[in-house]
Structures are given as structure tokens and as C-alpha cells.
């Protein structure tokens, strides 16, 4: 079955969008990388950071949530039908709400108007616009929400009393995770950040400006992650001609990263006055909770794996290993995704936990961090993810030299981020701080020892920017040049597909209650302390 | 119900424990009440200032390294772009020193490149935390969180002597 023309037309203009992104963002990060090795220096007419601000907005906000919806389009238009004409008009919506924002925002960065970073910390100040500008981005998923959750409920009475697709269902748990998490960004923008930027207010609260946005930025990570399972848990086992380990347990998974990924953004705040110790340390707890549906996903994974392998004959306790598709990059990346995500978890846990986060924190480390989660994780899934879903999307196919292509890019990208992430992982530790355009700091002795990671920051970056040139050339071709035909868009059955998926696991009104029961838990009281015991707020700054 | 796989169940019954082990760990050292090695809670401080009238109000109107005790120290510093004062700080090796920190502008980190002191500082609030020097010799004193364009250059020196 075809996807609707209008739909794969709606989805693919996000893909291209994000193909755009990443490689653009690409370019100033591998410039970032340039300057603080300090093998360039930038001309007079722009500085670092505002080509970190960039950077930082593209690929966090740009890239990911345009080939999320992308993603999201295509999979609810396969797995549970054709959008109406409604729905599909929301999703045009949608994109052009994004677009217009992230022109919007690209200007301003680009006028110097807003270097603030993406996480724009007051009572550092930008230009109003910019705040629209978010604001803009995030009304815009809004939409692309609307055109997918109502889909999923339409299928949902067109087929009274059965188990709604995999994929429809968990993207509508990610977009519940994202509309939850949002209200802090939004709160936070329009009730704070707007009226000060247009001088309507004179000061800011700054705690709570901080609060709000690590309500938000925490679950924004999963937000990421979640796509990225969903083309592990349902388009893997069919690439490795395997079936789905567990549907009740993949639904499960997904339900509990949407309760323990919001109340716990005081983990990124632990070195903070202004919050207590012992709500920082309840929401450690909730933060390491969601190790469990971690490992349940690594289990469900990884006995895919093995089935799949001995089915074709693997034998012995690994033997069965040596049988997965190893050339098929369809599988290749999103597996190098899994295996990257061993340490990025690891590192993960590190950052979470008070006394080990008081060393890196604000360090290179957690650099590193994010660039082998999202960088890292996520990006070689989607890449792997385009490499089929372009071709199928444009009625073509991912050709053998494609794949091929496909398979240097996958592994380049892989090698490239790994040098350069553990380079920030390891000077991380030595105190090397994040988000500095040089770190000689007048040649003393403590930062001396830092010269030659900054030297593997730039060799890393290099190979990631050659890396995306080859990602956008086979994309090129995949999408405008390579032979017709029928591309699979690879969906898994079920191991057992008799076993009852419980009707609980889709009673969004229970889920949705326990995860704002939490929330209320976790945040009701810090809140109301840092609202009632405020400081004076602050005027803003523009120190660029 | 769900139906759970035998050897899944061991995996989660296994990660749950050593989770279960590690967040008790963390929570004891974290609330620990003993001085020095025992506890390593976060830098939490509680007390407000306007930011606006930081450097008339005390302890920040004296910024500074001031004795009070035997070889334990208060370490008053004010924080903005692109400076810390004091600068140029010289502690005595093993005194224990209580940090005290705010800004008079935007948010900035107090970190000691290679050691565990390393705390946010955000205007409007207090942040302090306590560091026993044990190692002579030339630290840096580095702000980690972006504050204008001049970022890079906010640092001074500590020296233990």
C-alpha cells in the first residue's frame, strides 16, 4: 500500500527542511570547532556566539522537530490511513507557522539581535522577534499534534474494540510527552520573556525563567529519543527479517518515558540556589526512573536480535550475531543509534546524580553528552531512517551503491562524533567549560593540558561535516535520481500476535492524569517558593 | 495484564536493585551531615539579594578573603561580565574556605577548572559552597556559563601557598 500522495507531499517537504538544517548547522558547528582550537579566527562582522546561538536553535529545535513531523506524517499515514483533507490542511498549518519562525529566528541570530544561545537565559535579552519566534515554532507542532493525535482518533472509531496501530500510537505518545512539556517553554515565553523584551515589564523573574525551561528542556530530549525508538522497536525487526519482540511491552515503554521524563528538570538546575536540596534530590529519583523502561527497550531489542539471528541460523551462545544484515545500512545505523547509546546513557546517569554532576557540570563533558545522545543516538537513526523513507516516499529505491555510500556516511559520522564526543567527555573532566570560544584563559597552566582536545574537537567535526555533505548528495539522489519502484516501508509484525494488549495501555486520560499528578508533585511547592520568595527581578542585558 | 518474558523479568528485577543500591548511595552522601569528606550536596543556597544594590549590601559591599577560624576561611566574590572580584586570590594550603558568591548582572558559573567547586550564580540569589584546598599550587577560577560575548575572558587566579 502507497501512502497518500498529499501526505508523502506534506512529509517530505519537513524532511527537506531538516536535510537543509543539519547540514547547514553542521558548517557553523564545525566553525565552532575552528575557532576554539584556535586554527581560525572569525572576521569582525560575526562573533562565536552568535554562531553558537545558531547552532544550537538549528539543530535542537530546526533539524529535530522538522524531521520529526516528517517522520510522524509518513508513519500515521501508513500505519493508520490517508489524513483528511482537515488534517492534512492542519499539517500545512503547521509547517508554515515553523517556517516562518525559523526564518524569523535566522534573521535575528543573523543580525546579531539575539545571541543569547538556544536556551536564552535571562536576564540576557534579545529582540522580542526572537521570543515570536520560538513562540511561532512551537504553536506550529501544535498544529502538525492536532493533524496526528485526530487521525489516530479517527481510526480509532473506524475500528471500535481493536488495538491501534504501533506506529499511530506511539507517535501520539510522543506528542502528548510534547504537548505536556511545552506549556513550561510557552508559559514561560509568553507570560515572561515577551512582556519584558517589548519593555511592558521592567524585570525578570530568572528562577523561574529556568525552572520553566528545564520543565521543558528534559522532556525536549525524549521528545527526540522517542522517533528514534519507534524505528528501533517497529522498522528494525522487519530490516532484520525478525518480528516484534512484545507490542504490550513496547506501548508500556513509551507510556512510562512520558511519566518520569517531565518532573525531574531540576536535575539540569542542581547546582542552583534558589531550589531546595531535597526537591533536587526527589527529582534525581524520578529522573533514574526512567532507566526502567531503558532497559526494557535494550531487552526487547536485543532478543529481536537474537531470534531473528538463530531463525537464520545462527548457532552458539553469539553465533546468531554474526547473522544480522550487517551491510543493509537500514539496520547499520539505527544499530551503531543503540550501541552509541550504551555510554550516552551511562554518561546520562552521571550527569543526574548530585555529587558526580558537580565536577562537570557546565564542563565540555556535557557537550559531549548531548552530541553522542542527539548527535549521536538519534541522528544515525534518522539517518538510517531517511535512507529508506525518502525513496519510498518519491516512489523510487535506495539503490545497492547508494547503500553503499550510505554505509561510509553512517560509519564517518559515527567515527567523527566519536572522537571529537570523547574529547569533550575527557576534557570535560579536566574542567574544560562548555559554551567558551577559546579556553587558553592567558596561558594558564590548568588550561594548557586542553589545547589538544580542542585539536580533536576540530578533526571530529571535520569528518561530521564530511559526513552530512555525503548524507545530503545520497539523499539527492534519493529522492530525485535513483530507478522507480516500491521502496518497503518496513513494519514488523508481532512475535505473538494473540497475546491481548491490554485496553489500559491506550486510556490516555489515566496516563495523562498520573503524569500531571507527578508534575503537581514535583513542582507545585519549589515553584511557589521561588514565586513568593523572589528576589527583585532583573532588568535585561544585552552584553553582545 | 502484561505478560513479561522469564529472563526479562531477572533483567529488571537485577537493574531495579542496582538502582535502587545507587540513588541510596547518592542520597546519603548527598544529606550526609558530616563535615569535609561526608557530605556532597549540591550548592543550594537560599538567600536573596537585590541585584541591583549587590555591592552596598553586606557581605558584598566587602568583597574578599577574610579569616575566621583556625585556617578556615570566608571567600566573599562578586560576579559580571567579564570579571570576578576579588581577583588574583592566594589561600593557604589544607585551609577550608566558604564560598560565597552573586552576580550584579546576568547568570554566571563560579568554577575551579579540575576540582569538584564549581556552582551556578544566578543575580538576585546567594550561592556558597565549601572547598578544603589540599594542593598547593596555581588554580583557575573560571565563569562556565555564557554571559556576553567576552565570556572567554572571565577568569581569575587562586593560588595555594
Given amino acids: ?544 | 495484564m502484561l505478560h513479561m518474558h522469564k529472563f526479562e523479568k531477572i533483567w529488571m528485577i537485577v537493574g531495579v536493585i542496582t538502582l535502587i543500591s545507587f540513588l541510596t548511595i547518592v542520597g546519603v552522601q548527598a544529606f550526609s551531615k558530616a563535615e569535609g569528606e561526608g557530605h556532597h550536596g549540591a550548592p543550594s543556597d537560599m538567600t536573596l539579594v537585590d541585584p541591583e544594590t549587590v555591592t552596598e549590601t553586606a557581605p558584598f559591599n566587602e568583597p574578599g578573603l577574610k579569616q575566621i577560624g583556625e585556617n578556615e576561611y570566608e571567600l566573599v566574590m562578586v560576579l559580571q561580565s567579564y570579571g570576578f572580584t576579588p581577583g588574583d586570590i592566594e589561600i593557604p594550603q589544607g585551609a577550608t574556605v566558604h564560598i560565597k558568591a552573586t552576580s550584579i548582572d546576568v547568570v554566571h558559573g563560579f568554577e575551579i577548572a579540575g576540582t569538584s567547586a564549581n556552582m551556578m550564580v544566578t543575580p538576585g540569589h546567594v550561592n556558597s559552597m565549601t572547598y578544603t584546598f589540599d594542593k598547593k599550587g596555581s588554580f583557575l577560577i573560571l565563569c562556565n556559563e555564557y554571559c556576553g560575548t567576552g565570556h572567554h575572558f572571565m577568569s581569575t587566579n587562586l593560588e595555594v601557598i
Fill in chain 1, 1 to 544: 500500500m502507497k501512502i497518500n500522495q498529499l501526505d508523502a507531499r506534506l512529509s517530505l517537504v519537513h524532511f527537506y527542511v531538516a536535510f537543509g538544517s543539519i547540514l547547514f548547522a553542521g558548517l557553523l558547528g564545525l566553525v565552532q570547532t575552528l575557532v576554539r582550537s584556535e586554527l581560525i579566527t572569525l572576521p569582525s562582522w560575526i562573533n562565536y556566539y552568535q554562531i553558537l546561538t545558531g547552532h544550537g536553535v538549528v539543530m535542537a529545535l530546526v533539524f529535530t522537530t522538522y524531521f520529526i513531523f516528517g517522520f510522524f506524517y509518513a508513519s500515521v499515514a501508513k500505519s493508520a490511513g490517508e489524513f483528511t483533507n482537515r488534517q492534512r490542511k492542519a499539517g500545512w498549518i503547521g509547517f508554515w507557522l515553523l517556517t516562518i519562525g525559523l526564518v524569523l529566528a535566522a534573521v535575528m541570530i543573523a543580525l546579531n539581535e539575539a545571541t543569547v544561545l538556544y536556551t536564552f537565559y535571562a536576564p540576557l535579552q534579545a529582540s522580542p522577534f526572537f521570543y515570536i519566534a520560538l513562540a511561532l515554532i512551537i504553536i506550529g507542532t501544535y498544529f502538525g499534534a492536532y493533524a496526528v493525535i485526530s487521525r489516530y482518533r479517527l481510526w480509532k472509531k473506524e475500528h471500535p474494540g481493536e488495538k491501534t496501530p504501533l506506529l499511530a500510537y506511539m507517535a501520539v505518545a510522543t506528542l502528548v510527552l510534547w504537548l505536556i512539556a511545552t506549556i513550561g517553554v510557552v508559559a514561560a515565553v509568553l507570560f515572561q520573556f515577551l512582556p519584558w523584551a517589548f519593555g511592558w515589564t521592567d524585570t525578570i523573574n530568572v528562577a523561574l525563567t529556568r525552572t520553566l525551561f528545564w520543565y521543558f528542556g528534559h522532556p525536549l530530549v525524549y521528545f527526540w529519543l522517542l522517533p528514534a525508538y519507534m524505528a528501533w522497536y517497529v522498522m528494525v525487526p522487519k530490516i532484520i527479517g525478525g518480528k516484534i519482540f512484545s507490542d504490550q511491552l513496547a506501548r508500556f515503554s513509551f507510556v512510562l518515558f512520558i511519566l518520569f521524563s517531565i518532573p525531574v528538570g531540576f536535575h539540569h538546575q542542581l547546582l542552583e540556589s534558589g531550589i531546595s536540596e531535597g526537591w533536587k534530590f526527589f527529582q534525581v529519583i524520578l529522573t533514574f526512573a526512567v532507566i526502567l523502561p531503558s532497559l526494557m527497550t535494550a531487552f526487547a531489542l536485543f532478543s529481536t536480535f537474537e531470534i531473528a539471528g538463530r531463525q537464520k541460523g545462527g548457532k552458539g551462545l553469539f553465533g546468531w550475531f554474526k547473522k544480522l544484515p550487517w551491510g543493509d545500512v537500514r539496520f547499520l545505523a539505527p544499530f551503531l543509534g543503540m550501541l552509541i547509546f550504551i555510554p550516552a546513557g551511562a554518561g546520562g546517569i552521571i550527569n543526574a546524580s548530585h555529587q558526580l554532576n558537580q565536577i562537570v557540570h557546565n564542563t565540555v563533558w556535557v557537550t559531549g553528552h548531548f552530541h553522542i545522545t542527539v548527535g549521536g543516538t538519534v541522528a544515525v537513526t534518522f539517518f538510517g531512517i531517511s535512507y529508506w523513507i525518502i525513496p519510498h516516499l518519491k516512489g523510487r529505491i535506495l539503490t545497492k551503491k547508494m547503500n553503499k555510500i550510505g554505509i561510509y556516511q553512517t560509519v564517518l559520522w559515527a567515527v567523527g562524533m566519536g572522537i571529537m564526543s570523547s574529547a569533550m567527555h575527557i576534557s570535560g573532566l579536566l574542567g574544560n567549560p562548555r559554551r567558551t570560544q577559546v579556553t587558553s584563559y592567558n596561558g594558564h597552566e590548568v588550561a594548557s593540558s586542553w589545547g589538544a582536545y580542542e585539536m580533536a574537537h576540530a578533526v571530529g567535526g571535520s569528518l561530521l561535516v564530511i559526513s552530512l555533505v555525503l548524507f545530503v548528495i545520497v539523499l539527492i539522489n534519493l529522492a530525485f535520481f535513483a530507478p522507480k519502484g516500491n521502496e518497503e516501508f518496513p513494519i514488523a509484525e508481532e512475535l505473538n500476535p494473540t497475546q491481548q494488549t491490554p485496553n489500559w495501555l491506550e486510556n490516555w486520560k489515566l496516563w495523562i492524569g498520573i503524569v500531571f499528578a507527578l508534575i503537581f508533585i514535583a513542582y507545585t511547592l519549589p515553584i511557589i517558593d521561588i514565586i513568593n520568595n523572589s528576589p527583585p527581578g532583573s532588568s535585561g542585558f544585552k552584553y553582545w
